[in-house]
């Protein structure tokens, strides 16, 4: 049987050497999108037997997260494969419980990632022994949060991000310009590892933040 997968990245040198790397190994037929717009698009034409899934896109799609559950919104069993520069397990965690069937980073060797495709699509769920072991040992030993990284002025834009303010909106209310707006917002979601403005706005409803 010939699986197909589909491959989101927004690196055109990324995709074409996983392109070839996973057709050398036979795993199946792959087709690329850049973007989250063009990957929900590809992804409802093809219905793909897995994704593979960066979580830095651009675009006005959302990034990798908010594209994987849109996916697995409209289709709980779809394989998603989440394939990362991000190291930090809380990111892997979220991934997990959102719903995808794997997690590997970028820093592996490259046949790594053809042992992660071919373990989602023979069923299972695919963590390097790494990873596997910070999991486990979240749960097992309190983790420091996330959001005490934040400073207070981090934290009070987080929270009027998630009234659904705009950056305009929160400068004119903080007396600020908007770069320092959009400066501020940046450093939170690389303290946070958020991948676009909604992942930063379901982050700060989700902490109480934006009551």
């Known amino acids: 049987m010939t699986h197909s997968i589909l491959l989101v990245d927004d690196h055109p040198i990324v995709r074409a050497g996983c392109q070839r790397l996973l057709g050398d190994a ?4 792959v087709v690329e999108a850049e973007d989250a717009v063009g990957a929900l698009a590809l992804w409802r034409a093809e219905r793909p037997d897995i994704v593979v899934l960066d979580l830095n896109l651009p675009g006005a799609g959302g990034g990798g997260m908010e594209l994987a559950r849109t996916l697995l919104a409209e289709d709980p069993a779809a394989r998603i494969l989440i394939f990362s520069m991000h190291e930090d397990p809380a990111i892997a965690a979220r991934a997990l419980k959102i719903g995808a069937r794997g997690y590997i980073t970028k820093n592996h060797a490259p ?24 999991l486990a040992l ?3 030993a ?16 987080l929270g009027l991000l998630g009234r659904g303010m705009t950056a305009a909106a929160i400068a004119e209310t903080l007396g ?14 690389d303290k946070l590892g958020a991948d676009s403005p909604r992942a930063l706005i379901r982050i700060a409803i989700d902490a109480g933040l934006a009551g």
């Open 26 to 29: 036979g795993l199946g037929r």
């Open 176 to 189: 600020v310009s908007q770069k320092t707006v959009a400066n501020v917002g940046t450093q939170i979601k």
């Open 111 to 134: 046949e790594s990632l053809v042992t992660a495709v071919a373990c989602v699509l023979a069923g299972g769920i695919h963590l390097d022994h790494g990873m596997a072991r910070e």
């Open 138 to 140: 979240m749960t097992h």
């Open 142 to 157: 309190p983790r420091p949060d996330p959001l005490d990284r934040l400073t207070q002025r981090e934290r009070e834009i």
